[in-house]
């Protein structure tokens, strides 16, 4: 009987070490979702500051 606890033992120890795998997996999954986030923000506030010089470049030549 002890040869099928055995087995039982390694068998836990590989679900536990996929489960470990999963849980790292998860954890790089929300840092890349953070980093994409804040990439998108950053890209979306240098739009709007280009976007806000060429509005004033063109406001200017308007009133020139």
Known sequence: M???SGL???RGQ???SQLA???NMRVLLEEA???ARN???H???RLEAVLGQALEELRSE???
């Open 2 to 4: 002890e040869g099928g």
């Open 8 to 10: 039982g033992d390694e």
């Open 14 to 16: 590989m679900a536990d």
């Open 21 to 23: 795998e999963v849980r």
């Open 33 to 35: 979702r953070v980093l």
């Open 39 to 41: 990439l998108a923000y």
């Open 43 to 45: 890209r979306r506030a």
């Open 62 to 64: 308007g009133r020139g």
